[in-house]
């Protein structure tokens, strides 16, 4: 942390921020609106005092523990950035598995509806790598919609938006007629101490827990896609890594049929389908 009134530059902010280097310079670019390679050719160019306060201001939140991509506004996901704010989740790089298996199993001109949208991240990103799908995406947060739908439209992508709980804003289809469900929901047991740690302390926990077990909405979003889907229909799920076979054998007492459990890049269970 450097004091107003000396003067500064951009590289002895950088080198004194008490900041991972990254970090600091993410929050030196967000601030004066400049690139990285403008850092390297302008190292020794001076901080203002209004723009040093404002770095102050947000290096302390960080090392508060305030997530960056809050204090940034955005987060980069599947290659394209996308608003966040503290309404909706930070979107993971675990989710973007979940995002290549919907890929995956998403038919040519297929419907999709992602439930618990939050960010808009999943339905967003489909939209823009699969334009010809007809998405949809719902939310029970309106202040999580209103980041969702900002992000559909700076990235372009024909998504409709409903609020409400799980299934309740759903739009009127044909019955059995959904190719893909999906959703990344709140997962996380109530009790689970990590809810009070970390970025997740900063994050809704609307979109962390259920308030029971972690397994509630599983269930609840399960129950209901039999009405929605077709057939052949595939329903996807991201989960934490021990609850795979929790999230398989719901599946199967409602008769899914080719259940399956996909690893991450660390191995782990953490996207389930049928
Ligand atoms: N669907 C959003 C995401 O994957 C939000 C998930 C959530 O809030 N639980 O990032």
């Not at 991972?20 to 390679?37: K, N, T």
């Not at 001109?109 to 699969?130: H, K, M, P, Y």
């Not at 799980?166 to 047991?189: E, G, K």
Request: net charge negative; with cysteine; charged share 15%.
């Amino acid at each position: 942390m450097t004091k107003p009134n000396t003067p500064v530059t951009l590289e002895s902010w950088l080198n004194n921020s008490g900041l991972p280097r990254l970090e600091a310079r993410m929050l030196l670019q967000h601030v004066l609106v400049i690139s990285h390679s403008h850092i390297i050719a302008h190292g020794t160019q001076l901080l203002s005092n209004s723009e040093l306060a404002s770095l102050n201001q947000l290096c302390q939140r960080r090392l508060a523990g305030e997530p960056l991509a809050y204090l940034l506004g955005w987060r980069e996901f599947y290659g394209r950035c996308f608003q966040v704010s503290e309404a909706v989740l930070i979107p993971r790089p675990e989710t973007e598995h979940l995002v290549d298996a919907v890929l995956a199993h998403l038919p040519a001109q297929g419907t999709l509806w992602d439930l618990g949208t939050g960010s808009g991240a999943i339905a967003v990103t489909i939209a823009c790598e699969r334009p010809d799908a007809q998405i949809w995406a719902a939310d029970i947060s309106e202040e999580a919609l209103a980041v969702a739908q900002a992000n559909a439209s700076v990235l372009q992508a024909q998504v409709r938006f409903g609020q409400g709980s799980w299934y309740q804003a759903q739009p009127q289809p044909a019955p059995h007629s959904v190719d893909v469900i999906v959703s990344n929901p709140p997962y996380i047991d109530a009790q689970d101490p990590h809810l009070q740690q970390g970025d997740l302390r900063f994050e809704p926990q609307q979109a962390l827990t259920d308030n029971h077990n972690g397994l509630s909405a599983f269930k609840t979003i399960i129950a209901g896609a039999k009405d929605f889907l077709r057939p052949d229909g595939w329903l996807l799920f991201e989960h934490g890594y021990d609850q795979g076979e929790a999230v398989r054998n719901m599946l199967s007492q409602y008769k899914f049929r080719k259940i399956q459990t996909l690893a991450d890049l660390a191995g782990l269970d953490r996207v389930t389908l049928g």
